[in-house]
Structure formats: C-alpha cells, structure tokens
C-alpha cells in the first residue's frame, strides 16, 4: 500500500495564493456567480477508496472537515465526495486541477505538508486501499465537471442532498473516438428525466507525474456523471434511460467489459450534488 496515502489540501502557499484571488462575489448575487473563477480543470482524478470496515463516517467527518479547502487553496478543486450505495466500505471522490503540471505541484504540497502530516496517522489506519483511480480528461475541453459553489453552513444546514451517478464504461483500446461519439448520441436519452448531466470524462493517457500516488493503467474508460434530485425522480423515467443506455453501447462491441453503474450518495460538504435553482447545464 502507498506509504503516502491520499487526501486533499495543504495551507495557503504564497505563490497560490497569488492565482487563485479573485474579488469576492456581489451581495445577492445568484450562487453560480460565485464560483466563475473556478473553472477549467483539465485533469481529473475518479478517487475510489477502500475503508476499513465500519469506519465510513469517521473518514467522512475527517475529509469534510479537513481538505475540501485545502485543495482549493492550492489551485485544485475537490468536485464532490460521496459515499457509495451497497458498498458500505467504498468512499469515493472527485479531484481536478487545472493541468497536468499542476498535479505534481499541489501533491507535493499537500502530502509534504502541515496539515497532511498532522492528520494522516488517524485517516491512514481507517484507509486500507487508496489506489484505485481512474486518471481522467473531460471529453470536451470546455465541457468539464460542474464546479457548484460550496455547501453552505447557513443556508445548507442539513448538507448536500441529491443522488449522484457514475456510469464507467471500459473501452477496447484503438476504439475510444469512435466509443466517445457513441456514447454521447446515447446520453442524449437523458434529456428530459430530470437528471443534470455533470461531465463526461475520458481516459488521460499519460505518465504517473505523482508516481507515490498510483492510478490505474487497465484503461481506457469514458465516465459518465449525473445528479438527480431524489429517489422518485431516479426510478420516475432515468433508471429506465440508465438501462437503455447501458444495453446500447454494451451493443457496440466497442466495451472490454459490461458498464458499471455507481450510485452515490453526497457527503454533507460535497460541492457535487443537487442544488435548488442551479441552471440547467
């Protein structure tokens, strides 16, 4: 196992600092208005944890408290964290940054760092496996993942709610732009059944350029991710889609393997999630 281990953030460093200020959002401004300066995260990490038996929500209460901010302050961005349906040991999260050459940059400010050093002895005795992850693109560049603003303590005091799904896809390699342009005609049944589309993400087929951080190298993959608002509205017409969509592409011969399906449940800070009034994407 990674002697480092994972997790997010670090204190605010000088030189980060001076990228990521911006002026503070207008009084009544509409909450999207918010986060426009957190855009454009070309690299994308599909985090998937193991977690000692029983000890999910102790692990979930040490990443809400500790590292959503962390990351940011640093110049990444923690998407969204969730816990995963029928797997009560799976703990699951979103981490972007804004390019490849970030990623070793902010790594080793975080894992190097105060505030990973204070805390990772109690979050790696409760993480048995953190190498699980898919290193990934957005399809489109200028069709990344929904950075929402942050769950807020006042306005938000019972969490995030919502359901989030992951649709993974393992593609047969020499077959990715011809799955890709596949994939998206199928996604197109989504519209209409309420769900808002979050990203569609594809292989980033590179180096490790973090390498005492793995990530899987048994790809490519296409990620769908999606957020719907309740379980009537995931079973009133989108499972239904999900199925459709699933026995499509499997149809294609372009697959390796059957889609898997991820449903997820928000932690009460996770930015992903379902959020009243947000614009349809």
Same mark, same amino acid.
């Given at each position: 196992?990674?002697?480092?281990? %994972?997790?997010?953030?670090?204190?605010l460093?000088?030189?980060?600092?001076?990228?990521?200020?911006?002026?503070?959002?207008?009084?009544?401004?509409?909450?999207?208005?918010?986060?426009?300066?957190?855009?454009?995260?070309?690299?994308?990490?599909?985090?998937?944890?193991?977690?000692?038996?029983?000890a999910?929500?102790?692990?979930?209460?040490?990443?809400?408290?500790?590292?959503? =901010?962390?990351? =940011?302050?640093l110049g990444?961005?923690?998407?969204?964290?969730?816990?995963?349906?029928?797997?009560?040991?799976?703990?699951?999260?979103?981490?972007?940054?804004?390019?490849l050459?970030?990623?070793?940059?902010?790594?080793?400010?975080?894992?190097?760092?105060?505030?990973?050093? =204070?805390?990772?002895?109690?979050?790696?005795?409760?993480?048995?496996d953190?190498?699980?992850?898919? !290193?990934?693109?957005? %399809?489109?560049?200028?069709?990344?993942?929904?950075?929402?603003?942050?769950?807020?303590?006042?306005?938000?005091?019972?969490?995030?709610?919502?359901?989030?799904?992951?649709?993974?896809f393992a593609?047969?390699?020499?077959? =990715?732009?011809?799955?890709?342009?596949r994939?998206?005609a199928?996604?197109?049944?989504?519209?209409?059944?309420?769900?808002?589309?979050?990203?569609?993400?594809v292989?980033?087929?590179?180096?490790?350029?973090?390498?005492q !951080?793995?990530?899987?190298?048994?790809?490519?993959?296409?990620?769908?991710?999606?957020?719907?608002?309740?379980?009537?509205? !995931?079973?009133?017409g989108?499972s239904?889609?999900?199925?459709?969509?699933?026995?499509s *592409?499997?149809?294609?011969? %372009?697959?390796?393997?059957?889609?898997?399906?991820? *449903?997820?449940?928000?932690?009460?800070?996770?930015?992903?999630?379902?959020?009243?009034?947000?614009?349809?994407?």
């Amino acid at each position: 196992m990674n002697p480092i281990r %994972l997790l997010a953030g670090c204190l605010l460093a000088p030189a980060c600092a001076a990228a990521s200020a911006r002026a503070p959002a207008t009084p009544g401004a509409h909450p999207m208005e918010s986060v426009q300066h957190l855009r454009d995260f070309q690299v994308v990490e599909f985090r998937r944890y193991t977690v000692a038996a029983g000890a999910r929500a102790r692990f979930v209460r040490y990443f809400d408290t500790y590292f959503p =901010e962390a990351f =940011e302050q640093l110049g990444a961005m923690v998407f969204g964290q969730f816990t995963e349906r029928g797997n009560p040991d799976r703990f699951t999260w979103l981490r972007g940054f804004h390019d490849l050459n970030a990623r070793p940059i902010v790594n080793a400010a975080f894992y190097y760092g105060p505030l990973w050093k =204070e805390h990772r002895a109690k979050v790696n005795a409760i993480l048995p496996d953190s190498d699980d992850v898919l !290193l990934l693109r957005p %399809l489109h560049a200028d069709g990344g993942i929904t950075v929402l603003p942050a769950v807020d303590p006042v306005d938000e005091a019972d969490g995030a709610h919502g359901i989030v799904v992951a649709q993974i896809f393992a593609v047969r390699p020499g077959d =990715e732009a011809a799955f890709a342009q596949r994939a998206e005609a199928a996604l197109a049944r989504y519209r209409g059944t309420g769900v808002r589309s979050a990203g569609v993400l594809v292989t980033l087929d590179v180096p490790n350029n973090f390498p005492q !951080l793995p990530i899987r190298g048994d790809g490519p993959w296409l990620v769908w991710l999606g957020v719907v608002r309740d379980q009537a509205m !995931l079973h009133g017409g989108f499972s239904a889609a999900m199925d459709a969509v699933e026995r499509s *592409l499997a149809a294609s011969g %372009l697959l390796r393997g059957a889609p898997e399906r991820v *449903l997820m449940d928000p932690t009460p800070r996770s930015r992903l999630r379902w959020l009243d009034g947000q614009p349809a994407p």
